[in-house]
Nanobody, 126 residues
């Protein structure tokens, strides 16, 4: 059973920064495509960013492009999401997800992922 544990959320002011981490269990982490999604109250879960197993390919939602950066450290089985220039509309629970199919592709759809973390709250004050 894969475990994904997010951390790093919190309360930050408009324009501030946070770095989220997602630590994964599993021996083949470097082959997994990883993604970050978020869900605000009353809204559907939405795609934020994804990264291929090697880290060589990334993709972002238009709403966060240029402000958020996804990265990974395969030696530490960890994926990161650097959040910068935060806005109140970025307030949400952020989830990391793993696609263990080892295709090497990046994934933007939630139903492409087979494992999810419990989420970490990010709140941006205006």
């Amino acid at each position: 059973q894969v475990q994904l544990v997010e951390s790093g959320g919190g309360l930050v002011q408009h324009g501030g920064s946070l770095r989220l981490s997602c630590a994964a269990s599993g021996r083949t982490f470097s082959r997994w495509t990883m993604g970050w999604f978020r869900q605000a109250p009353g809204k559907e879960r939405e795609f934020v960013a994804t990264i291929s197993g090697s880290g060589g390919t990334t993709s972002y939602a238009d709403s966060v492009k240029g402000r958020f950066t996804i990265s990974r450290d395969n030696a530490k089985n960890t994926v990161y999401l650097q959040l910068s220039s935060l806005k109140p509309e970025d307030t949400a629970v952020y989830y990391c997800a793993a696609d263990r199919s080892a295709t090497g592709l990046v994934r933007r759809r939630a139903n492409s992922y087979d494992s999810w973390g419990q989420g970490t709250q990010v709140t941006v004050s205006s």
